[in-house]
């Protein structure tokens, strides 16, 4: 079955780093684009990324364009949110997510706080 799996983040002070990590299974990595949210409270789902496998067919979002990257490991079935110079407005639940035919898998997430 699919599964996909966020996990990696925490608490973490304005300015500072973290790395999360979606582990996917279940289906053929590399033939499905990766998407990366979040979500805060009282706020909508927005994308901030969507990796199709290759730096060229990577999207980011403009407020994370400058400070997020997206990376994979393929032998891990894993795609990874690097996230540098953070800021408290980036407090939020991160999800990543898959459209595989008519249907959307989504992670449980992982919640990231940024402090000032």
């Known amino acids: 079955d699919v599964q996909l799996q966020a996990s990696g983040g925490g608490l973490v002070q304005a300015g500072g780093s973290l790395r999360l990590s979606c582990a996917a299974s279940?289906?053929?990595?590399?033939?499905?684009?990766i998407g990366w949210f979040r979500q805060a409270p009282g706020k909508e789902r927005e994308l901030i990324s969507c990796?199709?496998?290759?730096?060229?067919?990577?999207y980011y979002a403009d407020s994370a364009k400058a400070r997020f990257t997206v990376s994979s490991d393929n032998a891990k079935n894993t795609v990874y949110l690097q996230m540098n110079s953070l800021k408290p407005e980036d407090t939020a639940v991160y999800y990543c997510?898959?459209?595989?035919?008519?249907?959307?898998?989504w992670g449980q997430g992982t919640l990231v706080t940024v402090s000032s």
């Open positions: 997510n898959a459209v595989i035919g008519y249907r959307t898998y």
């Open positions: 279940g289906f053929t990595f590399d033939d499905y684009a």
């Open positions: 990796f199709g496998h290759s730096v060229e067919d990577t």
